[in-house]
């Protein structure tokens, strides 16, 4: 396998990435975020992309998500794992924990959400009733069972908003009755535009803080990232132990 990790909020690089390239391939849909770093990695190949850039520019209603996966495919991986800092919703969750979804809700707008833009020969429709790879999901799970940790959480629905302002208390308790155990910014269009080019994409979802509502404390965006910083060590533990396999 050759995988692409998208790095979210707070994840710009891997450290122990053994780089041996940077690309910044073109694409009919404009430009990508940063280069395309690629190296090794436990072994393994693998091509890391920061979804809002190295200094955190890019917000998520505006990264080129079109652009990302096109190039990613260009470069002929075989698979996307996505990692997101987002709000905990369920109760279940604490701030730390890492959540690997199970479903999307879709609350965002105006993003260029497809590639079947009316320019292609023929709409795609695609089956996104599962929206995240199943196979690809099964070693991520495997992987995480692994590691036997309480801090990892299978399964729950990411729910997607806008941002990049957080949300309101109101906004996620309606979430929170939609059936959302988790809120994020940037999984959608990211998966269903992956899931056109037939790239297996499968998210790691870092719970930063509890959504707002949930627990009343004020969100920052640098206690969101110092979470995530520990957070980040989790991640490249379970693509580590992913890779091996
Ligand atoms: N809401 C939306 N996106 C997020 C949050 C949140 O509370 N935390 C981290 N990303």
């Keep these: 396998m050759k995988y692409a990790v998208i790095g979210g909020s707070g994840l710009y690089k891997i450290d122990e990435l053994l780089v041996t390239d940077r690309i910044r391939p073109t694409t009919p849909y404009g430009k990508i975020s940063d280069d395309i770093v ?76 497809t590639y079947s833009d009316g320019t292609t020969e023929q709409v795609n429709h695609v089956d996104f009733s599962h929206p995240f790879d199943r196979a690809l999901r099964h070693l991520l799970i495997e992987a995480v069972n692994k590691l ?48 056109e080019l037939s790239i297996p994409y499968v998210g790691i979802n870092i719970v930063a803080n509890m959504a707002p509502g949930i627990s009343d404390e004020i969100i920052t965006i640098d206690d969101i990232f110092q979470v995530v910083e520990k957070g980040n060590s989790k991640v490249l533990d379970i693509i580590r132990v992913m890779a091996k396999s």
Aim: glycine share 12%; net charge negative; proline share 5%.
């Design 38 to 113: 690629v190296g090794t990695f436990a072994k393994h190949e693998l091509y890391f992309l920061p979804r809002h850039g190295v200094d955190h520019a890019i917000p998520p209603h505006k990264v080129n998500y079109q652009a990302n996966i096109w190039a990613l495919n260009e470069a002929g991986i075989s698979g996307i794992i996505a990692v997101n800092a987002v709000g905990g919703i369920a109760s279940n969750l604490k701030s730390g924990n890492i959540v690997i979804p199970e479903q999307i809700i879709d609350y965002t707008y105006g993003r260029e959400h």
């Design 148 to 195: 036997d940790s309480s801090t990892y959480h299978i399964g729950g629905v990411y729910g997607c908003t806008q941002g990049p302002r957080f949300e309101t208390a109101a906004e996620i308790q309606r979430m929170k009755n939609d059936g959302c155990t988790v809120v994020g910014m940037t999984a959608m269009p990211e998966a269903s535009l992956a899931r």
